[in-house]
């Protein structure tokens, strides 16, 4: 409703403030000195025990393990494990089986300078939208991984959507990467939604994976 | 005699503007005074038209010459039968619903009635320029509202205030407004046209142009004095609204599956409703609102429970026909809420909008105390882990997004400090330890405790050099003082008027 004043004063008044005036000794105002009277319930009577027995860490409890294996060849195993969070939010790790942890190799670097003009370092992104990341599809490369015996492989997305981070610890110790198969993700990437069905579809789950 | 022999001269002036067509009332407020009475004039007008009609002791013949035409202003706005139509509006019946001791009127003119107006001043000015030098003319708004002012308070029973919370807007239309205020476009300033964004006709515009217009450019276009209208404007809609009034206190939330506002959520089951409508269900029958917006300081996640004192909350309650609650009405509805057994709401009070800003600047800079519910991996570490945590004071932490918000809050790594720890044992349990931490605002406190795969450093894992989680998370304080607490023993009547 558009109101048209007939006077320029402002509304409203600040008269009828109850804060300022709380009238002749109604409201004593105080401040936390009565606060010893509240009780806190008990935090252990406001579980179960069943919750206590059926409690997960968190790297289980909030994530589906999958595997993606189609990078594989006959010589090199290439699969990567891939975590979703329930907000489908995905954690690159190489897979146990991956050639570079089955041969024991150790890392002498990793090379995030995918092509002429990616570098996966540089990545830059902006707003709750992460409006300027790298976009990625399945068959995208991370990155390379150089071992101490000069053997190279490429680190694949293995889903659409974009990237928001490279671990900052893999960044340090490269081989972090091998040794810590729970911190030591490579990528976190935000699926793109719209794929986010054909990103699981195409990855195996762990029974699947072990069989 | 001069010109400015006021008393002489304001009776000529009022009987040009009548011979002119105009109404008692818009002659009046050309030369009428402080004292002039608009609710009756009656008197008023006798003194004006004695001296100069002085044969004619009938004064109304003077208003008989111009009944067949409306007011050329005023398109009888001022005039008792208008006045009469807008106090009789069977609309106007449900305004005694609110129980605000007083009101406010306004009322919406038609643009031809501001473009009539100003005629008439340029008019008058050039007529009578030393009677009109340093007189202000009694706005068009201002007469209408003292002309009905103690009519619409008879037949509200309330009195009029100008601050009153409680406005009633009257709407009029005039079915010859476009054709006559069209000529608004000819006159518009051609450098201004630009920075007018939508209608350069709206009523707005209308009078923004109208007080820069040049008077030579004004009369090549419009008539001077106003043309006689053959139509008056129609009194329209009457509307009317309360203020919003705002209301504060604290809650608790006693549930683990509680989200505090209405949650369409996708993966998570909850089974009851939110904090928000358990207290709302209590709120809106006591004030008879149309519509209420929750805001608080902060939000808990919806398995977290806020004990102790509560957080502090304030509800924007929108036109409300009931204002008058007492100290003991806001007591009962915090029983009320009491009894939903999940939510608790205390220190409930009116407070003055002027003051809500102090719960959104709190949210920065506030402190938070928490009790957090922690499984370890190694029982046997059990002590270990709490003498390792008891001997920290302070931590500094640098948290990147977590992972459970990250599709939702933007890429950053915030600092943030966690004040003080304490950890015990808890009796008969050989995995759990109860934490006690107080910590900056915007903490994330089970990542703090998990270290979120590495990415908050340092982590409470890393501090003991081992797993430790979290079960359970209770907020025990909020510490912002806001709104003040209310001593309950205290049981007068507190009443406030809107
Ligand atoms: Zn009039």
């Known amino acids: 409703m558009e109101v048209e004043k007939e006077e320029s004063e402002e509304i409203p008044s600040t008269s009828s403030n109850p804060v300022e005036d709380p009238g002749p000794s109604q409201a004593r105002v105080e401040t936390e000195s009565d606060d010893e009277d509240i009780e806190i319930p008990s935090i252990l009577d406001s579980i179960t025990q069943q919750q206590i027995d059926e409690f997960r860490p968190f790297h289980e409890r909030y994530f589906e393990k999958k595997y993606c294996t189609r990078f594989t060849t006959d010589t090199v195993n290439l699969d990567t494990c891939v975590r979703i969070h329930t907000n489908k939010i995905s954690l690159i790790y190489l897979s146990e089986k991956h050639s570079v942890i089955q041969n024991q190799q150790r890392l002498q670097s990793i090379d995030f300078q995918v092509s002429k003009k990616v570098n996966r370092l540089k990545n830059a992104m902006f707003g709750k939208g992460k409006r300027g990341a790298q976009l990625l599809q399945p068959d995208s490369i991370l990155c390379h991984l150089e071992t101490v015996d000069g053997a190279r492989y490429p680190v694949h997305a293995c889903v659409y959507g974009k990237l928001l981070e490279i671990n900052s610890r893999v960044i340090k110790e490269p081989n972090f990467l091998l040794d810590d198969l729970n911190e030591g993700f490579l990528a976190i990437i935000l699926p793109d939604l719209r794929r986010h069905e054909e990103n699981v579809k195409s990855l195996k789950s762990v029974e699947e994976y072990n069989t | 005699m001069t010109e400015t022999d006021s008393q002489d001269t304001k009776g000529i002036v009022f009987n040009f503007l009548i011979e002119l067509g105009c109404c008692k009332r818009c002659a009046l407020r050309f030369v009428g005074d402080s004292n002039t009475n608009y609710d009756n004039p009656t008197d008023d007008v006798k003194k004006l038209t004695r001296k100069d009609l002085g044969q004619n002791s009938n004064d109304e013949n003077v208003f008989k010459k111009s ?115 069209l000529v608004m476009l000819l006159l518009e300033d051609k450098s201004r046209k630009h920075s007018i964004q939508h209608d350069p006709l709206s009523c707005k515009n209308v009078t923004s142009s109208l007080q820069t217009i040049n008077s030579e450019l004004f009369k090549q276009k419009v008539s001077i004095p106003p043309a006689t209208p053959t139509k008056a404007l129609d009194v329209e809609q009457v509307f009317y609204k309360h203020d919003h009034v705002f209301i504060a206190g604290r809650y608790c939330k006693y549930a683990r599956n509680m989200f505090q506002t209405p949650w369409s959520g996708d993966d998570i089951q909850v089974e009851i409703s939110s904090v928000q409508e358990k207290i709302f269900d209590h709120i809106e029958n006591s004030f008879s609102c149309s519509a209420m917006v929750f805001s608080s300081s902060g939000r808990e996640d919806f398995d977290v429970r ?193």
Request: charged fraction near 30%; hydrophobic fraction near 35%; include cysteine.
């Open chain 2, 67 to 181: 009944k067949p035409n409306p007011c050329i202003i005023c398109l009888d706005l001022l005039q008792d039968t208008t006045l009469q139509t807008m106090i009789l509006n069977p609309e106007l019946e449900k305004v005694l619903e609110y129980d605000s001791d007083t009101f406010v009127n306004y009322v919406s003119l038609p643009k031809a009635v501001l473009i009539r107006e100003h005629s008439m001043e340029i008019c008058v000015k050039e007529k009578f320029p030393q009677f009109f030098k340093d007189r202000n003319v009694i706005a068009l708004n201002r007469a209408w509202s003292l002309s009905i002012q103690n009519k619409l308070a008879q037949r509200l029973e309330k009195k009029y205030d100008k601050n009153s919370y409680l406005q009633i807007q009257f709407n009029t239309s005039y079915v010859l407004d476009k054709e006559e205020s």
């Open chain 2, 306 to 498: 806020t004990l102790g004192r509560g957080r502090p909350f304030f509800i924007k309650i929108c036109d409300p026909k009931r204002t008058k609650v007492s100290f003991e009405k806001f007591r009962q509805i915090e029983q009320a809420v009491k009894h939903t057994k999940v939510v608790e709401v205390r220190d409930l009070q009116f407070i003055d909008r002027r003051y809500l800003s102090n719960i959104k600047e709190g949210e920065q800079f506030k402190k938070k105390t928490y009790r957090a519910l922690c499984i370890v991996d190694k029982p046997e570490n059990l002590t270990a882990y709490i003498d390792k945590i008891n001997n920290i004071s302070a931590v500094t932490l640098q948290q990147k997004t977590p992972l459970r918000v990250y599709h939702r809050r933007s890429s950053d790594i915030r600092e943030r400090q966690i004040y003080s720890l304490k950890a015990k044992v808890i009796n008969g349990k050989k995995n759990l330890l109860e934490l006690d931490m107080i910590t900056q605002a915007g903490t994330y406190i089970k990542e703090f405790v998990h270290g979120d795969l590495g990415r908050t450093t340092p982590s409470l894992c890393e501090i003991v050099g081992g797993y430790i989680d979290i079960i359970a998370l209770d907020v025990l304080d909020i510490h912002l003082d806001f709104p003040p607490s209310i001593n309950h023993k205290v049981k007068n009547h507190q009443t406030v008027n809107y």
